[in-house]
């Protein structure tokens, strides 16, 4: 049961995160996207190689929607959209809690696979990289990519 | 030899063309280069679009064959028999490749697919045609050479590549299989040929590809079409392997047809504007030459007609605008117009006027007498002609000196309008002769009456200059028409009157027609005189002069004679007189010394070694000429200049004139001798004795003839004789005609004489005799120079 003033609190904060959330612009959040995710490991395109190479079991999740990912995508990655990834859908995807997973999406400007590690994270998901630089990192090393 | 003359306008309009010529010619030779540079340009523009274009076009063949290469190692199947090393299997996988739709669309011209291991070997193969693995013919050996030498992160990449093969040419592709777990790889030939051609489509110009072997790849069906087009551009671009080997030879042909006749048009609207503009300008230059200069010229040419036809407009200004030039151009011409128009005012003056004595010239007055003449004849009206001549005039100018001369004529000539009335007319003819116009005059004795008035008028005492003078006047009178009714006639008339009266001492004289008889009238005498130089009427006469101490022949003197055809033999007193108031005396002088000149020559070469005397008159020592003319005919006749013995009169020696001086210097200069001739018989200076050049003087022969013991005559001549010497002249005695008069001459030291005792004046013929005979009888010396 949640009290009168319960209630009240939680409208009072929920207030004041709008606020805040109105307060902060949109492209100052993404331009100040933390370089370390907590307890989430950020990877380069070298480290994600050495990830997937070093443990048989590492999974590469695109977090782009659909259409992005038949463009191109790391070769062996899964396409889960941010939008389309929970629990449920990552269970399916990952069915283990302590595989190795490494979220990206197009780069650095891109929220998805923050989004994306965010969820799983709360899924309870406990090797999480994020794989920051994304594909535009990919495709600028010259590493090769599969069009579907 | 033909000139042409252009106008201003024409030469104007003709360099305007030419210069538009030249422009043409410019866009002629810079249509030219201008097409060569297009040109130029072109097939640079062309090279660089054909560089993009392959290459845009390689890229794509490549990257669809990587897409190709990593599609087909990404499929489960293929890695699964790939790790099971399973060659058959591998072999049927990677042939079922050529099923894909890039290739069997020919998208994609796939030739070979290699599967390779980690370390680059051969695992499986397949070829679009199923044969076997053969390591000749793996495509780009370089690549796989290059592959093998990667490490780390960097063998996960694709490699690429343009070979030249056997075959042609290749594209080799290597990807990586397995994804990231790489296994192995896989390559990838693929034929770009196909891909390449499209490159024709894209520049849109037939197109002949060769591989760098020479053989042909592609022939495009237009490219066939081309011989016998014109205007074509063709080029080539070459296409290099990864190792900078040739792989491609582009042959382009683009047709330049288009790009020519755009030229053209652009050369055509240039040939348009250059014409245009060349005959705007001209336009524009006509005009303003028009204005600026050639209607101004029209104005100045038609004011300079205006003047030709009537000299009243010199001095109208003629006011033209035009360039600054013309304007100055005008304002001299105006200038130079108003100079002209005082000159000509001027000349016209001197023309009827005599700028001495301001009174009507004799132009004018025959003018008037011609006018007077016709009326006589018209209305029956008379008139008195007046011809009046000073006396002693001559005497006053050479004793006394031009300007005196010329004050005495001033006044004479303002005395006689005095006498005058309105009606008359008074002229000065020339020289000391005036002749007057009385119209209305019939009777004698009105013409005598006014004659006497003039008389009494001009002989009033005068004061010039010092000198008190009275001078007479002698006057002859014709009358209209009693005397003839004709000018020329009526002033002959008068002047046979008037020499009457200056010889009779009449004062005036009307003319009568005994008068002609024994008239010697002065023009008949200057016309007659002419002809007598012309037919050989005159003759000279020698007479010799004797050194009266020795005995010896000292030179002959020359002297004229006019042998006249109805008045007989004329001695030069009898016409010298009048001859020196003319011009002729001066070609009677050239006359004389080329006759005489030529005889002493003749007896020189005969061997008569005597000296020449010759008389000058005053008159001639007024012309300079004369040292030239006596040098020239000396040199002529081959005499040496001392031969030659000038005798000039005494009024010679008072004349105050430098030329005169200068001339006799100038004749002494030359080497011959100056004597006086007639000393004593009129005024003479004994300051100019010394001062001029002379040898000898000449007694004059009336001293000589009254000579008689005791007598003054005697003393005179005596004294004539020391003072000559006294001097350091010879004394020369003219006229000695009995032994008595020489002995006389002798004791008083006289040097030489001349006279009929020892000869009488004769011709050449005669005198050449004489002096034969006389010289026979001893040898003669030449003279002296004094």
């Given at each position: 049961?949640?009290?009168?003033?319960?209630?009240?609190?939680?409208?009072?904060?929920?207030?004041?995160?709008?606020?805040?959330?109105?307060?902060?612009?949109?492209?100052?959040?993404?331009?100040?996207?933390?370089?370390?995710?907590?307890?989430?490991?950020?990877?380069?395109?070298?480290?994600?190689?050495?990830?997937?190479?070093?443990?048989?079991?590492?999974?590469?999740?695109?977090?782009?929607?659909?259409?992005?990912?038949?463009?191109?995508?790391?070769?062996?990655?899964?396409?889960?959209?941010?939008?389309?990834?929970?629990?449920?859908?990552?269970?399916?995807?990952?069915?283990?809690?302590?595989?190795?997973?490494?979220?990206?999406?197009?780069?650095?400007?891109?929220?998805?696979?923050?989004?994306?590690?965010?969820?799983?994270?709360?899924?309870?998901?406990?090797?999480?990289?994020?794989?920051?630089?994304?594909?535009?990192?990919?495709?600028?090393?010259?590493?090769?990519?599969?069009?579907? | 030899?033909?000139?042409?003359?252009?106008?201003?306008?024409?030469?104007?309009?003709?360099?305007?063309?030419?210069?538009?010529?030249?422009?043409?010619?410019?866009?002629?030779?810079?249509?030219?280069?201008?097409?060569?540079?297009?040109?130029?340009?072109?097939?640079?523009?062309?090279?660089?679009?054909?560089?993009?274009?392959?290459?845009?076009?390689?890229?794509?063949?490549?990257?669809?064959?990587?897409?190709?290469?990593?599609?087909?190692?990404?499929?489960?199947?293929?890695?699964?028999?790939?790790?099971?090393?399973?060659?058959?299997?591998?072999?049927?996988?990677?042939?079922?490749?050529?099923?894909?739709?890039?290739?069997?669309?020919?998208?994609?011209?796939?030739?070979?697919?290699?599967?390779?291991?980690?370390?680059?070997?051969?695992?499986?193969?397949?070829?679009?045609?199923?044969?076997?693995?053969?390591?000749?013919?793996?495509?780009?050996?370089?690549?796989?050479?290059?592959?093998?030498?990667?490490?780390?992160?960097?063998?996960?990449?694709?490699?690429?590549?343009?070979?030249?093969?056997?075959?042609?040419?290749?594209?080799?592709?290597?990807?990586?299989?397995?994804?990231?777990?790489?296994?192995?790889?896989?390559?990838?030939?693929?034929?770009?040929?196909?891909?390449?051609?499209?490159?024709?489509?894209?520049?849109?110009?037939?197109?002949?590809?060769?591989?760098?072997?020479?053989?042909?790849?592609?022939?495009?069906?237009?490219?066939?079409?081309?011989?016998?087009?014109?205007?074509?551009?063709?080029?080539?671009?070459?296409?290099?392997?990864?190792?900078?080997?040739?792989?491609?030879?582009?042959?382009?042909?683009?047709?330049?047809?288009?790009?020519?006749?755009?030229?053209?048009?652009?050369?055509?609207?240039?040939?348009?504007?250059?014409?245009?503009?060349?005959?705007?300008?001209?336009?524009?230059?006509?005009?303003?030459?028009?204005?600026?200069?050639?209607?101004?010229?029209?104005?100045?040419?038609?004011?300079?007609?205006?003047?030709?036809?009537?000299?009243?407009?010199?001095?109208?200004?003629?006011?033209?605008?035009?360039?600054?030039?013309?304007?100055?151009?005008?304002?001299?011409?105006?200038?130079?117009?108003?100079?002209?128009?005082?000159?000509?005012?001027?000349?016209?003056?001197?023309?009827?006027?005599?700028?001495?004595?301001?009174?009507?010239?004799?132009?004018?007055?025959?003018?008037?007498?011609?006018?007077?003449?016709?009326?006589?004849?018209?209305?029956?009206?008379?008139?008195?002609?007046?011809?009046?001549?000073?006396?002693?005039?001559?005497?006053?100018?050479?004793?006394?000196?031009?300007?005196?001369?010329?004050?005495?004529?001033?006044?004479?000539?303002?005395?006689?309008?005095?006498?005058?009335?309105?009606?008359?007319?008074?002229?000065?003819?020339?020289?000391?002769?005036?002749?007057?116009?009385?119209?209305?005059?019939?009777?004698?004795?009105?013409?005598?009456?006014?004659?006497?008035?003039?008389?009494?008028?001009?002989?009033?005492?005068?004061?010039?200059?010092?000198?008190?003078?009275?001078?007479?006047?002698?006057?002859?009178?014709?009358?209209?028409?009693?005397?003839?009714?004709?000018?020329?006639?009526?002033?002959?008339?008068?002047?046979?009157?008037?020499?009457?009266?200056?010889?009779?001492?009449?004062?005036?004289?009307?003319?009568?027609?005994?008068?002609?008889?024994?008239?010697?009238?002065?023009?008949?005498?200057?016309?007659?005189?002419?002809?007598?130089?012309?037919?050989?009427?005159?003759?000279?006469?020698?007479?010799?002069?004797?050194?009266?101490?020795?005995?010896?022949?000292?030179?002959?003197?020359?002297?004229?004679?006019?042998?006249?055809?109805?008045?007989?033999?004329?001695?030069?007193?009898?016409?010298?007189?009048?001859?020196?108031?003319?011009?002729?005396?001066?070609?009677?002088?050239?006359?004389?010394?080329?006759?005489?000149?030529?005889?002493?020559?003749?007896?020189?070469?005969?061997?008569?070694?005597?000296?020449?005397?010759?008389?000058?008159?005053?008159?001639?020592?007024?012309?300079?000429?004369?040292?030239?003319?006596?040098?020239?005919?000396?040199?002529?006749?081959?005499?040496?200049?001392?031969?030659?013995?000038?005798?000039?009169?005494?009024?010679?020696?008072?004349?105050?004139?430098?030329?005169?001086?200068?001339?006799?210097?100038?004749?002494?200069?030359?080497?011959?001798?100056?004597?006086?001739?007639?000393?004593?018989?009129?005024?003479?200076?004994?300051?100019?004795?010394?001062?001029?050049?002379?040898?000898?003087?000449?007694?004059?022969?009336?001293?000589?003839?009254?000579?008689?013991?005791?007598?003054?005559?005697?003393?005179?001549?005596?004294?004539?004789?020391?003072?000559?010497?006294?001097?350091?002249?010879?004394?020369?005695?003219?006229?000695?005609?009995?032994?008595?008069?020489?002995?006389?001459?002798?004791?008083?030291?006289?040097?030489?004489?001349?006279?009929?005792?020892?000869?009488?004046?004769?011709?050449?013929?005669?005198?050449?005799?004489?002096?034969?005979?006389?010289?026979?009888?001893?040898p003669q010396v030449m003279p002296r120079q004094s």
């Amino acid at each position: 049961m949640v009290g009168k003033s319960g209630i009240r609190s939680v409208i009072r904060r929920d207030c004041l995160c709008m606020i805040l959330a109105m307060l902060i612009p949109l492209p100052a959040l993404s331009a100040h996207m933390p370089e370390t995710a907590a307890d989430v490991a950020v990877v380069d395109a070298e480290g994600l190689i050495d990830l997937v190479v070093g443990q048989e079991h590492a999974m590469v999740v695109d977090t782009r929607l659909q259409s992005d990912y038949v463009r191109g995508h790391i070769d062996g990655a899964i396409n889960l959209p941010n939008t389309e990834t929970d629990c449920r859908s990552l269970s399916s995807t990952v069915p283990h809690l302590d595989k190795t997973i490494v979220f990206y999406c197009n780069g650095t400007g891109c929220e998805r696979s923050a989004e994306s590690i965010r969820i799983a994270r709360s899924c309870g998901y406990e090797h999480v990289y994020w794989f920051r630089g994304g594909f535009e990192e990919w495709l600028a090393k010259g590493y090769p990519y599969l069009k579907q | 030899m033909n000139r042409y003359h252009f106008s201003m306008r024409a030469s104007v309009g003709l360099i305007i063309l030419l210069m538009g010529l030249l422009g043409v010619l410019l866009a002629v030779t810079t249509g030219n280069v201008y097409q060569r540079f297009v040109l130029d340009n072109q097939r640079e523009i062309f090279e660089d679009l054909a560089d993009i274009k392959v290459n845009l076009i390689l890229s794509e063949t490549i990257q669809s064959t990587a897409d190709l290469g990593m599609s087909i190692q990404a499929s489960e199947e293929l890695r699964k028999v790939f790790r099971e090393r399973d060659e058959g299997k591998i072999n049927a996988y990677l042939h079922d490749q050529f099923h894909q739709f890039v290739v069997s669309a020919s998208l994609l011209k796939l030739m070979q697919v290699y599967a390779l291991d980690k370390d680059f070997a051969v695992v499986g193969y397949a070829d679009e045609e199923g044969g076997s693995f053969s390591p000749v013919d793996m495509p780009c050996r370089e690549l796989l050479q290059q592959a093998r030498q990667r490490e780390g992160y960097s063998r996960l990449k694709i490699l690429s590549g343009l070979c030249a093969s056997e075959s042609g040419a290749r594209v080799a592709v290597i990807v990586p299989l397995g994804g990231l777990r790489m296994e192995g790889y896989l390559l990838l030939g693929v034929d770009p040929t196909p891909n390449l051609v499209h490159v024709e489509e894209e520049m849109g110009m037939p197109l002949r590809l060769l591989f760098a072997n020479g053989g042909v790849a592609y022939v495009s069906e237009e490219w066939n079409a081309l011989p016998g087009q014109e205007n074509l551009l063709f080029w080539r671009y070459s296409l290099t392997g990864m190792s900078g080997e040739a792989v491609y030879d582009f042959h382009f042909s683009a047709d330049m047809a288009p790009l020519y006749a755009k030229l053209d048009e652009t050369r055509q609207v240039m040939f348009l504007i250059a014409a245009l503009s060349t005959f705007l300008v001209m336009a524009v230059s006509v005009v303003m030459l028009q204005k600026s200069a050639l209607d101004p010229l029209a104005r100045l040419t038609r004011h300079l007609r205006r003047v030709r036809k009537d000299k009243k407009h010199l001095g109208e200004k003629v006011i033209v605008k035009g360039s600054q030039e013309i304007t100055e151009l005008s304002e001299r011409f105006n200038e130079m117009s108003s100079e002209l128009h005082v000159l000509y005012k001027t000349l016209e003056r001197m023309a009827y006027t005599d700028m001495l004595t301001r009174l009507p010239n004799r132009a004018v007055f025959y003018d008037r007498l011609g006018q007077a003449v016709h009326m006589v004849q018209r209305q029956n009206t008379p008139f008195a002609l007046m011809v009046m001549d000073l006396d002693k005039f001559k005497w006053v100018n050479d004793n006394l000196g031009h300007h005196v001369g010329d004050k005495l004529l001033r006044e004479v000539a303002s005395r006689l309008k005095r006498c005058m009335r309105k009606s008359d007319t008074v002229a000065r003819l020339g020289g000391d002769e005036f002749a007057a116009l009385l119209p209305g005059i019939l009777e004698y004795e009105d013409s005598r009456h006014m004659a006497a008035k003039i008389l009494e008028h001009v002989a009033q005492p005068l004061y010039i200059d010092g000198h008190d003078l009275t001078c007479g006047v002698s006057i002859g009178i014709a009358h209209c028409p009693v005397h003839g009714a004709d000018g020329d006639l009526l002033m002959q008339r008068a002047d046979v009157a008037m020499y009457h009266a200056k010889n009779q001492r009449q004062g005036f004289m009307i003319y009568e027609p005994r008068l002609d008889e024994h008239s010697l009238n002065r023009l008949d005498l200057e016309r007659e005189l002419e002809n007598a130089i012309g037919n050989g009427h005159l003759e000279i006469h020698y007479q010799p002069k004797i050194d009266l101490r020795e005995g010896r022949v000292i030179d002959v003197e020359a002297l004229i004679r006019w042998r006249h055809p109805l008045r007989g033999y004329l001695l030069p007193e009898q016409f010298i007189p009048r001859i020196e108031q003319s011009n002729l005396i001066h070609r009677m002088t050239q006359w004389v010394l080329a006759h005489a000149l030529r005889d002493c020559a003749s007896w020189h070469a005969r061997g008569l070694m005597v000296g020449l005397s010759i008389n000058l008159s005053r008159r001639n020592l007024d012309d300079a000429r004369i040292i030239d003319l006596a040098k020239s005919l000396l040199s002529q006749h081959g005499i040496e200049p001392a031969w030659l013995s000038l005798e000039l009169s005494e009024s010679v020696m008072v004349a105050d004139s430098d030329r005169v001086s200068q001339v006799l210097e100038g004749l002494h200069g030359l080497g011959l001798r100056l004597a006086v001739d007639h000393f004593g018989s009129g005024h003479f200076s004994l300051a100019s004795l010394g001062r001029l050049p002379l040898e000898e003087i000449k007694i004059d022969q009336a001293f000589i003839h009254k000579m008689c013991h005791g007598n003054s005559e005697t003393m005179l001549v005596r004294s004539m004789i020391d003072l000559a010497h006294n001097i350091g002249l010879k004394a020369v005695a003219k006229g000695v005609e009995t032994p008595q008069a020489r002995d006389q001459l002798m004791e008083m030291g006289c040097d030489r004489a001349q006279g009929f005792l020892f000869c009488v004046p004769c011709g050449f013929e005669d005198m050449t005799a004489w002096l034969e005979k006389r010289l026979s009888q001893g040898p003669q010396v030449m003279p002296r120079q004094s």
